[in-house]
């Protein structure tokens, strides 16, 4: 037990460690709302380096597409914890996730 234990230590200690060098994504949540096919979605922006993505309310719309793509390297966080992936042969493209929390697809504004 004290082993299991011990290695689930390492590994979290591994893993926080390798993130803390990541860059820090600004998060703005609801700065804005549009309607489509007369259902509104709030809009959410994440930002770095001189880049903005939106949040992408066709996810809602349209699930199998996103379903399909598929997450490449983490690129950096959020100061909530949140992670940030760049989607794999996506360069406009990345997900916000977290434990307990759905992928949130943003596109380079």
């Known amino acids: 037990m004290r082993k299991a234990l011990w290695i689930w230590l390492v590994i979290l200690s591994t893993l926080n460690g390798c993130s803390s060098s990541l860059p820090v994504y600004q998060e703005e949540n609801n700065f804005r709302t549009v309607k489509i096919k007369g259902t509104e979605y709030a809009?959410?922006?994440?930002s770095y380096g001189g880049k903005t993505y939106i949040s992408e309310p066709e996810q809602?719309?349209?699930?199998?597409?996103?379903?399909?793509?598929k997450?490449?390297?983490q690129i950096g966080k959020t100061e909530g914890g949140m992670r940030i992936y760049?989607?794999?042969?996506?360069?406009e493209r990345v997900v916000m996730m977290g434990l307990m929390f759905p992928e949130l697809f943003y596109k380079l504004e």
Not at 43 to 46: E, I
Not at 60 to 69: H, M
């Open 60 to 69: 809602y719309i349209n699930p199998a597409f996103y379903k399909d793509l």
């Open 71 to 73: 997450l490449g390297k």
């Open 86 to 91: 760049q989607v794999k042969n996506e360069d």
């Open 43 to 46: 809009l959410h922006k994440l």
